[in-house]
T-cell receptor
Framework: SAVISQKPSRDICQRGTSLTIQCQVD?????MFWYRQQPGQSLTLIAT?????????ESGFVIDKFPISRPNLTFSTLTVSNMSPEDSSIYLC??????????FGEGSRLTVL | DQQVKQNSPSLSVQEGRISILNCDYT??????FLWYKKYPAEGPTFLIS?????DKNEDGRFTVFLNKSAKHLSLHIVPSQPGDSAVYFC???????????FGTGTRLKVLA
């Protein structure tokens, strides 16, 4: 298993600002993933963060909007830039420990006014 | 294109009865399927999985059935308990990829 801590757990932000979400894992992992869950929607993969290389973004997500850092094997950040109300979502960090299942953090609920 | 679908957004069941949550998929390449449970203000937690080489996997009160020809899987919870009240997501993936495709979730409410 894996213990994943995310900060902040929730925040209310103003339009046009940026917010950085932190994800800390209790063990070293190769791949970390960032998901988004918009209200009433499924979990959608934003990007995959590998240590030592640039993140790989899924279709519909770009680095300028969602810059990601992965400075070491236990930590990653996701920034939501120039926020609009459409960015109001739960953002989830997850890891794959190699057993074929994902482990998730508790999520960061973002509300953009 | 929604490759994994959960057509029932909500389900209510009496305590002690069976809960059946359904999931359909469209991609024939999927060979591994998972169910996650999510409580409010928490991240999803893994519940049970099944490989495409099987048609059933059981873990205590939870059983997942896979019908490959129909591209359908279901999660059975017997007996249902109030603590099972949560949102359940099915997810699918295939060998050689790290990507998991999730359904939109079904909110289960178990009534005491």
């Amino acid at each position: 298993s894996a213990v994943i801590s995310q900060k902040p757990s929730r925040d209310i932000c103003q339009r046009g600002t940026s917010l950085t979400i932190q994800c800390q894992v209790d063990s070293q992992v190769t791949m970390m993933f960032w998901y988004r869950q918009q209200p009433g929607q499924s979990l959608t993969l934003i990007a995959t963060a590998n240590q030592g290389s640039e993140a790989t973004y899924e279709s519909g997500f770009v680095i300028d909007k969602f810059p990601i850092s992965r400075p070491n094997l236990t930590f990653s950040t996701l920034t939501v830039s120039n926020m609009s109300p459409e960015d109001s979502s739960i953002y989830l960090c997850s890891v794959d420990k190699g057993a074929g299942e994902l482990f998730f953090g508790e999520g960061s609920r973002l509300t953009v006014l | 294109d929604q490759q994994v679908k959960q057509n029932s957004p909500s389900l209510s069941v009496q305590e002690g009865r069976i809960s059946i949550l359904n999931c359909d998929y469209t991609n024939s390449m999927f060979d591994y399927f998972l169910w996650y449970k999510k409580y409010p203000a928490e991240g999803p937690t893994f519940l049970i999985s099944i490989s495409s080489i099987k048609d059933k996997n059981e873990d205590g009160r939870f059983t997942v059935f896979l019908n490959k020809s129909a591209k359908h899987l279901s999660l059975h919870i017997v007996p249902s308990q109030p603590g099972d009240s949560a949102v359940y997501f099915c997810a699918a993936t295939y060998s050689g990829t790290y990507k998991y495709i999730f359904g939109t979730g079904t909110r289960l409410k178990v009534l005491a």
